[in-house]
């Protein structure tokens, strides 16, 4: 299997091959996951300690129970009650943590290039699970997966990714990874909420939902990240869900076997209408929750793997 990274920061620093190689292994996680034994002890021995300064539900779920189901020993640190909120540094943090031997490392955290600071200083591999406005690299594999299982192939595909691309982590590691995989993507939305220099990144640009959703094979709806907002980015939410949700006509203008998607948590009638979220013929937003289990238990395997051969290379006392 092809897949040499250190720590998975962002899709920016995966090959072609090393996601293929996610997929794949996550692929078979799925079976298991499906199975009545849901035990494996490819992490039997090792700490994994989430570390979640942003509030998550999904996410942190996903990687605990990814750990847990791969026999790692799985700690929550309670950040909103550490040492920071009482003054301590992130590089305080990181030297405390590296007393504590850990093996891998999840992160989450509200401002971009925390976690490659973190990286740099800690003696484990670290997984980025989200930055700020920079990336959210399990998210793009879980998404890339059930386009993968759904599709059929995760190349050649139009993708129109719809709604607030500019505070959107999960739009940039898509755009990064569904571009690496010669898809044709689409970013749909109002001007305030298209990124500054969008020209840069490769794609097509909308600001019309039927236009961008003409003949599309994945529509993947972003939630308004009100929380990253300061200022007046649209009307109304009323006004927003008339132009930009997605309702049953906008979707008329994708190609009849097109599929739904959304990262969650979904914002019902102002990005999606209700009806189309649980669309059982149409939307996958279901199976991206259970494809999420599957690429964090693959992602945390193969980073392992990488771990265990450098360590073993090491003289004994460097990891001491």
């Keep these: 299997m092809t897949f040499r990274q250190r720590h998975l920061l962002g899709i920016e620093q995966l090959r072609p091959e090393e996601i293929k ?7 078979s996680y799925v079976d298991l996951n499906r199975s009545t034994q849901k035990r494996s002890d490819v992490l039997a021995g090792l700490t994994q300690i989430n570390m979640f300064f942003e509030n998550s539900t999904r996410t942190q779920a996903s990687f605990e129970i990814a750990g847990k189901r791969l026999g790692a020993d799985v700690m929550n640190m309670a950040m909103q009650a550490s040492s920071i909120k009482k003054g301590e540094t992130l590089i305080d943090t990181a030297l405390t943590l590296n007393a504590m031997h850990p093996d891998l490392l999840v992160v989450r955290h509200p401002h971009s290039g925390a976690v490659n600071l973190l990286a740099e200083k800690v003696n484990c591999a670290v997984l980025n699970a989200g ?8 998210q793009a594999l ?5 386009i993968r299982r759904e599709k059929g192939r995760l190349h050649r595909l139009t993708i129109a990714i719809c709604g607030d691309i500019a505070h959107s982590r999960v739009a940039r590691s898509n755009l990064i990874l569904l571009g690496k995989m010669e898809n044709r993507v689409r970013l749909v939305g109002p001007p305030t909420l298209m990124p500054s220099q969008i020209d840069q990144f490769g794609v097509e640009v909308y600001g019309d939902m039927e236009e961008g959703l003409r003949d599309a ?14 200022g ?4 109304s939410e009323r006004e927003y869900y008339h132009r930009f949700g997605l309702d049953a006509e906008k979707l008329a203008h994708a190609r009849p076997d097109a599929i739904v998607m959304h990262p969650g948590p979904m914002n019902r009638g102002v990005e999606i209408d209700g009806t ?3 669309d059982i013929n149409r939307s996958v937003i279901q199976e991206q929750v259970e494809m999420g289990v599957a690429v964090r238990m693959a992602a945390m395997d193969l980073l392992a793997r990488n771990l265990r051969a450098e360590r073993a290379a090491q003289p004994e006392d460097v990891y001491v």
């Design 21 to 27: 190689t996610v997929l794949d292994l996550a692929d």
């Design 131 to 138: 930055d700020g406005k920079h990336e959210h690299p399990t």
């Design 142 to 146: 879980l998404d890339a997966l059930t």
């Design 217 to 230: 094979d994945v529509v993947m709806m972003l939630r308004l990240q009100r929380e990253r907002m300061d």
């Design 232 to 235: 007046g980015f649209i009307p």
């Design 276 to 278: 189309i979220a649980d």
